[in-house]
């Protein structure tokens, strides 16, 4: 078995089954930015270096630049990374601890673009905040009435379900329903090799099938042993 992540589907040219079963990988991922993790010296950290690693999540606020923040930082420098904010007047509200540091980065990421597309698109400027992190800013925060508490359930709930959605069940779940669209698709490819294709094309057709539908059999019975 290839696993939950590798998967068989089919190609068509030009829009039309072609009559020839191409087998290629599809990978469940979650999106990896480029972003890094704050760190004490302000410049960050390759987040791809700390997927595994422990993380916090923290959301800041400034009375005197009427603004809030969220930010993303590794266990091992939050306390300097604290202290940076505590210099420039703010003051750290809440925190959330992740043991995987890129379910805090997707739950940051979740609550900014929620965030903007409730309207609050104003962010500080880049020389107001010199420790960095100006871009994961709430400005103007009374007037869109957005308070630090309110911040705070709105990350707590993004954390929750980034959590959830990467537990084994879910995520299994998500790779059945893949397989069953697959499955679809091979079954539209047979109906129309049926009428066009020749005997040999069939046989080769089945031969790629088969090792799909003894995956499928594999991962439900996995699935099932986890019920």
């Given at each position: 078995?290839?696993?939950?992540?590798?998967?068989?589907?089919?190609?068509?040219?030009?829009?039309?089954?072609?009559?020839?079963?191409?087998?290629?990988?599809?990978?469940?991922h979650?999106?990896?930015?480029?972003?890094?993790?704050?760190?004490?010296?302000?410049?960050?950290?390759?987040?791809?270096?700390?997927?595994?690693?422990?993380?916090?999540?923290?959301?800041?606020?400034?009375?005197e630049?009427?603004?809030?923040?969220?930010g993303?930082?590794?266990?091992?420098?939050?306390?300097?990374?604290t202290?940076?904010?505590?210099?420039?007047?703010w003051r750290?509200?809440?925190?959330?601890?992740?043991?995987?540091?890129?379910?805090?980065?997707?739950?940051?990421?979740?609550?900014?673009?929620?965030?903007?597309?409730c309207?609050?698109?104003?962010?500080?400027?880049?020389?107001?905040?010199?420790?960095?992190?100006?871009?994961?800013?709430?400005?103007?925060?009374?007037?869109?009435?957005?308070?630090?508490?309110?911040?705070?359930?709105?990350?707590r709930?993004a954390?929750e379900?980034?959590?959830?959605?990467?537990?084994?069940?879910?995520?299994?779940?998500?790779?059945?329903?893949?397989?069953?669209d697959h499955?679809?698709?091979?079954?539209?490819?047979?109906?129309?090799?049926?009428?066009?294709?020749?005997?040999?094309?069939?046989?080769?057709?089945?031969?790629?099938?088969?090792?799909?539908?003894?995956?499928?059999?594999?991962?439900?019975?996995?699935?099932?042993?986890?019920?």
């Amino acid at each position: 078995m290839t696993g939950l992540a590798s998967l068989y589907s089919w190609r068509s040219d030009r829009g039309r089954p072609s009559g020839h079963p191409v087998v290629s990988a599809v990978r469940q991922h979650r999106g990896v930015s480029t972003r890094t993790l704050d760190t004490e010296a302000g410049h960050g950290r390759n987040f791809h270096g700390l997927t595994g690693a422990g993380a916090v999540l923290y959301i800041a606020e400034s009375d005197e630049l009427n603004a809030l923040k969220i930010g993303v930082t590794s266990r091992a420098s939050r306390t300097n990374r604290t202290q940076q904010h505590a210099r420039h007047g703010w003051r750290i509200t809440a925190e959330i601890t992740f043991e995987d540091g890129q379910h805090a980065f997707t739950a940051e990421q979740a609550v900014l673009a929620f965030l903007r597309s409730c309207g609050a698109r104003r962010t500080l400027a880049q020389e107001q905040l010199p420790q960095g992190g100006y871009t994961e800013t709430v400005a103007l925060a009374r007037e869109v009435g957005l308070s630090a508490d309110q911040l705070l359930v709105i990350a707590r709930a993004a954390g929750e379900i980034v959590e959830a959605t990467a537990r084994p069940f879910y995520t299994s779940m998500v790779a059945l329903d893949q397989v069953r669209d697959h499955l679809r698709e091979v079954e539209k490819e047979y109906q129309v090799m049926k009428l066009t294709g020749s005997r040999r094309e069939l046989q080769e057709f089945a031969a790629q099938v088969l090792p799909l539908l003894e995956e499928l059999k594999e991962m439900a019975e996995s699935l099932r042993s986890r019920l």
